[in-house]
């Protein structure tokens, strides 16, 4: 099967898509909630510098960007420490990710499918009631038949192959008088 998406009245659908990106976002912190503490420590930090440097205290300005550097190497920990910690969980969220992909990739396929076969079967049987409508006017014409002259037209077809043969004929006599 080709994995080239295929073009449906059903990819607007959104209930393919389990996770939006707030459920993701909160998810994610629920997994690693010290990350954004030390993010929020490292605001802290130059928050207080920034006010310290403004009033001109240099001993707070210096504590302040030591407690910046601590937060960032906490912050950095966190990310170190939490990726060893959650490698199973995401090997494990990827698997699912892999499993939950294909199959809604499998019902748009079979969605795609039996709209196919709607069409298809739409589409069988107009066909079915165009022969049907024309048996029924073969009949009615061939009832008909006997009170009809050479010169009756039964389609438009004939009715142009009767005026092409008068036209040509026609054009050929006034080829052949000259």
């Given amino acids: 099967m080709s994995n080239a998406p295929l073009p449906s009245s059903f990819d607007g659908n959104y209930d393919f898509y389990e996770e939006n990106r707030?459920?993701?976002?909160?998810?994610r912190l629920k997994e690693e909630p010290l990350i954004p503490l030390g993010c929020a420590l490292t605001c802290w930090a130059l928050l207080g510098a920034t006010k310290s440097i403004r009033r001109g205290d240099h001993e707070t300005t210096n504590r302040m960007f030591r407690a910046r550097?601590?937060?960032q190497g906490f912050t950095l920990l966190c990310l170190v420490a939490g990726s060893y910690y959650y490698a199973e969980d995401r090997d494990k969220r990827k698997v699912f990710d892999g499993v939950k992909a294909e199959q809604r990739a499998k019902e748009k396929n079979e969605k795609?499918?039996?709209e196919l076969e709607a069409r298809d079967r739409e589409d069988r049987e107009e066909r079915e009631?165009?022969?049907r409508r024309l048996e029924g006017r073969m009949k009615s014409?061939?009832?008909?038949k006997a009170d009809t002259s050479l010169n009756s037209v039964r389609s438009v077809l004939e009715r142009s192959?009767?005026?092409r043969k008068g036209v040509v004929l026609a054009a050929v006599m006034d080829l052949v008088r000259r």
């Fill in 141 to 144: 014409a061939e009832k008909g």
């Fill in 161 to 163: 192959e009767v005026r």
């Fill in 69 to 71: 550097i601590y937060a």
């Fill in 112 to 114: 795609w499918i039996r």
């Fill in 22 to 27: 707030w459920q993701k976002f909160t998810r």
């Fill in 129 to 131: 009631l165009r022969i």
